[in-house]
């Protein structure tokens, strides 16, 4: 029974944070794709990852150990306070990394849960789904459909002649001033 009630006082004391970590140029996307799974491992070790976003190769705002580029990775996860320090040790020693950040989550962190387990549902029903067959179209369909088409052309053709209309009387304007 007590060990319950320590799992669900280790859960209050979990707190969001972000971490954005820069991976240096040097690497091609799948050494950067590696380093991205090493430090999702670290902390999948000991919190929750919510959300794991790749930004890709960008531009830095100014060079970082003779470097102009990186591979931006975004973190978002949940974890105790206690494990920022650890995860700052670790992140401090791997040398392919520019530069990191670790700051607490701001944001709504239920709003966030709730859009990620609402894409996770979508994605489950997307692939779940048949297909819908196609109709065939009528004739109906198709004589409706041109004379849309009809319609825009005649359109386009009305604001043509206004426009030649208004050059030829500014021509005609020039010519006698």
Do not use: C
Request: hydrophobic share 35%; glycine share 2%.
């Amino acid at each position: 029974m007590q060990w319950s009630h320590q799992s669900e006082e280790r859960h209050e004391n979990l707190k969001p944070y972000e971490l954005l970590l820069i991976i240096t140029p040097d690497h091609d996307e799948n050494e950067a794709e590696a380093l991205t799974d090493q430090v999702k491992g670290i902390i999948e070790n000991s919190g929750t990852l919510l959300k794991l976003d790749p930004w890709g190769k960008k531009r830095l705002s100014y060079p970082i150990r003779k470097r102009s580029e990186g591979y931006y990775v975004l973190y978002i996860f949940e974890s105790a306070p206690s494990f920022v320090a650890e995860l700052n040790q670790s992140l401090h020693v791997i040398e392919a990394i520019l530069r990191y950040m670790i700051v607490q989550y701001e944001d709504d962190i239920d709003k966030l849960k709730a859009e990620l387990a609402a894409e996770a549902d979508q994605s489950t029903s997307e692939v779940e789904q048949p297909t819908p067959e196609v109709e065939e179209s009528t004739s109906d369909d198709d004589a409706e459909a041109e004379a849309e088409v009809e319609e825009a052309t005649d359109g386009d053709t009305e604001a043509e002649a206004e426009a030649e209309e208004a050059t030829d009387n500014a021509e005609d304007t020039a010519e006698s001033a």
